[in-house]
T-cell receptor
Framework: QQQVKQSPQSLIVQKGGISIINCAYE??????FPWYQQFPGKGPALLIA?????SEKKEGRFTISFNKSAKQFSLHIMDSQPGDSATYFC???????????FGQGTRLTINP | DAGVTQSPTHLIKTRGQQVTLRCSPK?????VSWYQQALGQGPQFIFQ???????QRGNFPDRFSGHQFPNYSSELNVNALLLGDSALYLC????????????FGSGTRLTVV
């Protein structure tokens, strides 16, 4: 019940295209859903996050879509650029849990 | 403004040895969490320290222990190292009242041979 399942494992998108990564969760106590971006040799960096009281959040080229009834959320990267090539992790947390539960990661490659 | 600082960046240890990893949190943060990231996997929560106490622990054996100092810095100790302990160890800090605002360090890459 603590798992967060992420797909796909890897994704190749052409420059200028839309990258879409999906996550699903089981624990209905989760109330915070961040996405992290990780470059080789670096720690994860917070990209964007959403709470379940909204269905969508947009920051620049990055959008989170959230479907509470389906217990799914996704990251959309518009106008994908080669600099977006990295590993992306979805995660979830609940107020009482004090910890982040991460998905398995998606390795995104943007071809120029 | 320095972010989360971890040392060392890389470490090679022999099976059965003990290791200590160090973390200095981001300025203004008082809570430190440790995560283990195996190659190709997402980070796994080890434990979290606040006010020098272990507040919560993940599914890791007692060989993994930690400490938080009065200046909020933290150490992760691993005893009796196994080959499977080889991983990137990440420290994340946050301000307790805004517990969701985690900042991660770049990690310590531990290789057990």
């Amino acid at each position: 019940q603590q798992q967060v399942k992420q797909s796909p494992q890897s994704l190749i998108v052409q420059k200028g295209g839309i990258s879409i990564i999906n996550c699903a969760y089981e624990n209905t106590a989760f109330d915070y859903f961040p996405w992290y971006q990780q470059f080789p040799g670096k720690g994860p960096a917070l990209l964007i996050a959403i709470r379940p009281d909204v269905s969508e959040k947009k920051e620049g080229r990055f959008t989170i879509s959230f479907n509470k009834s389906a217990k799914q959320f996704s990251l959309h990267i518009m106008d994908s650029q080669p600099g977006d090539s990295a590993t992306y992790f979805c995660a979830a947390s609940s107020k009482g849990a004090q910890k982040l539960v991460f998905g398995q990661g998606t390795r995104l490659t943007i071809n120029p | 403004d320095a972010g989360v600082t971890q040392s060392p960046t890389h470490l090679i240890k022999t099976r059965g040895q003990q290791v200590t990893l160090r973390c200095s949190p981001k300025s203004g943060h008082d809570t430190v969490s440790w995560y283990q990231q195996a190659l190709g996997q997402g980070p796994q929560f080890i434990f979290q320290y606040y006010e020098e106490e272990e507040r919560q622990r993940g599914n890791f054996p007692d060989r993994f222990s930690g400490h938080q100092f009065p200046n909020y810095s933290s150490e992760l100790n691993v005893n009796a190292l196994l080959l499977g302990d080889s991983a990137l160890y990440l420290c994340a800090s946050s301000l307790d009242i805004k517990n969701y605002g985690y900042t991660f360090g770049s990690g310590t890459r531990l290789t057990v041979v």
